[in-house]
């Protein structure tokens, strides 16, 4: 705040030096100091002298003052005096009329060409966050070029299941998750199924659906588990179907399996604890870093509170309401659930098949009783 005020304070005295020349007190002064104006007036202080000594009658100095003072009016430039008063005004007018606009357009000017070719933003943020913009800005834009190559490359060589397999966590860090979906399917088309690969798969799927298992990636572990029966991803995966499915016994005995069959220090144990402990099994304990299967149970509420965002705003299909009702069920919110599954009876007031899915999920996830 302080440099504009600085600012406009030089851009005022700049004005006011432009428009200083222009005042008339000072054109006055110049011609008060004009020497013929000097010269008639002493002339006629002259004549009022010779006058008192007697030298002149008072006809003759009357005579002698006005001769002066029409030559004094000659020297000036002006007829009378009523004549120098009437060009003195519109003279005035006329400056004060330059000094308004000089005063308010040479301000405005100037801040259009400094909005227009200045650099007003570089006050608005610290040289830090300024900096920090720019390298994200610049890592973004590196990114971008990155992807942009490699789907060149994958556009003339789409049997490259390496590059599909590269460019697939990518796109999972760019929000990108159904091209991530389809990029780890080519992969395993043109690389061939291995437990890992089927695993990302499925993962990917479960992301592209709001964080629930649906039956495509049950299937997708399930092949997963068949090439490798201690495949971690594909088995906790499989036991987080079975929970969301209302099957808490048998999810509980997947995470045990699950963690009795893991090696000490496991990155995937911690998160492992937290589901068991959600369940009402043992206790979580401290989660050890690495690389643990990416959707946690934060991370499935999270994705079903966006769901239900999404359905109240934009409104779904009848299985994207029972997939919200399921999805509270399961997390233990059984209000929310009942909740849930009224809503989506009128919202599908006018859809029979889509009543009766509700109805079904409804009675599948104990919901039509009382208690809960």
Partial sequence: MVIWIILLLMTAAAVMAVLWPLSRHRALAARQADPNTQFYREQIAEIDRDRERGALLPSEAEAAKVEAGRRLLRATGVADPESFA?????????????????LSLIPIIALVLYGAYGSPHLMTHPPQQNEAEAQDTGERLDLMGAVAQIEAHLAKNPEDGRGWEVVAPVYIRMGRIDEAVRAYESA?????????????????????????????????????????KTSPKARFYLAIAAEQDGQVEKAKRAYGEILASSPEGAPWVGVVRQRLAGLGGEQPAAEQPGDQPRMGAEDIARMVTGLAERLETQGGSADEWAR???????????????????????????????????????????LTDAGP
């Avoid at 395993?188 to 199924?193: A, E, N």
């Avoid at 695993?199 to 090439?227: C, I, P, R, W, Y």
């Avoid at 929310?336 to 599948?364: F, H, P, S, V």
Wanted: charged share 30%; glycine share 6%.
């Fill in 86 to 102: 009437a060009l003195g005004e519109p003279a005035l007018r006329r400056r004060r009329a330059a000094s308004t606009l000089a």
């Fill in 188 to 228: 395993v088309r043109y690389l061939g199924p291995s437990p890992e690969r089927l695993s990302n798969v499925g993962e990917t799927m479960v992301l592209a659906n709001d964080g629930l298992v649906s039956a495509d990636a049950q299937k997708v572990f399930e092949q997963a588990v068949a090439l490798d």
């Fill in 324 to 366: 919200l009702v399921r999805s509270y069920a399961v997390l233990g919110q059984r209000d929310k659930a009942r909740a849930a599954a009224e809503r989506a009876r009128q919202a599908l007031a006018q859809d029979e098949a889509g009543l009766k899915i509700i109805d079904a999920t409804a009675r599948e996830m104990k």
